[in-house]
């Protein structure tokens, strides 16, 4: 069986290694077939692919976008991308536009919660400010030993309604999936039982992706518990959409699970790589 692992981040945006040494993490750990999604940013496949031809891997173009729905930030994953698409690429510049000032702002609200120099330590975590994201705060916070690690930081500053969360208008999930089908690519919810949605909400995302031309969404994923798997494995298949998988692999160990260790995809389910190979 396949070990296939399509949700990872480099340094290009918020991972800790680059792309190549991600490649090399996943290959060591068994993993077969691999995407590359940076938040927002493209700049790390070229590296990426060239590695994992280097390791035997087969490789998987990709991206996660950030989307704002229902008031809520959600993750939009587009696989089979061509990462030379011109209107991909604008959109996802004009996306990443802002993140410096809001990073900025983060900032100013940690200084007042007690944090000060809390823009200039998350820059040591980040090679490009318009890439700055709140998991760089978070490496920061730990290090100066303010939370014991990234999953705490967020829950006592870095959610909404702490001292130190800054919202932010990402693009729409009709924009996002418009630039993932132009571009090629097979649109994806990441890791749906992350988002504070009731039953309602999700039913409404999913019913709106799906006209949208959605076809996927993660059912094993590192962001989801096990218990969750079958949950939306039963809601792929309620609502007709492949399924995915991956660790959203940052860092060693920062996942709650690590390339290794990751189940496969539920027997009941259509794989969405089912007809790549």
């Not at 290959?27 to 077969?32: E, K, N, S």
């Not at 949605?197 to 999913?206: I, M, R, V």
């Not at 996927?216 to 096990?226: D, F, Q």
Request: with cysteine; proline share 6%; net charge negative.
């Amino acid at each position: 069986m396949l070990k296939v692992d399509l949700h990872c981040h480099s340094n290009v945006s918020d991972g800790v290694l680059a792309p190549a040494a991600v490649a090399r993490h996943a290959r060591q750990a068994g993993v077969d077939v691999w995407a590359l999604t940076d938040h927002d940013e493209v700049g790390g496949i070229a590296a990426a692919r060239a590695a994992a031809a280097s390791e035997g891997m087969r490789f998987v173009p990709g991206v996660e976008i950030s989307i704002t729905w229902g008031g809520e930030t959600v993750h939009i994953v587009g696989l089979q991308i061509d990462e030379h698409n011109p209107a991909l690429l604008q959109g996802l510049a004009d996306t990443r536009s802002g993140r410096d000032a809001r990073g900025r702002e983060i900032g100013v609200q940690l200084a007042r919660a007690g944090i000060p120099g809390a823009y200039e330590g998350a820059l040591d975590f980040v090679d490009n400010p318009a890439l700055m994201s709140r998991t760089h705060f978070a490496r920061f916070l730990v290090r100066e030993g303010y939370c014991a690690n990234t999953p705490e930081v967020f829950r006592k500053y870095l959610s909404e309604g702490k001292p130190g969360y800054v919202p932010h208008r990402w693009a729409t999930l009709k924009e996002a999936l418009g630039w993932i089908h132009g571009a090629g690519g097979i649109a994806v919810i990441a890791h749906p039982g992350r988002y504070r949605f009731t039953p309602l909400q999700q039913g409404a995302l999913f019913d709106e992706f799906k006209a949208l031309g959605g076809r996927a969404i993660e059912v094993v994923t590192g962001s989801h518990t096990p218990d969750q798997y079958p949950v939306y494995a039963q809601l792929a298949n309620a609502y007709g959409f492949l399924a995915s998988r991956g660790t959203d692999f940052h860092a060693p160990g920062e996942a709650r699970v690590e390339f290794a260790a990751l189940p496969p995809l539920p027997a009941n389910v259509t794989p969405v790589w089912h007809d790549w190979f």
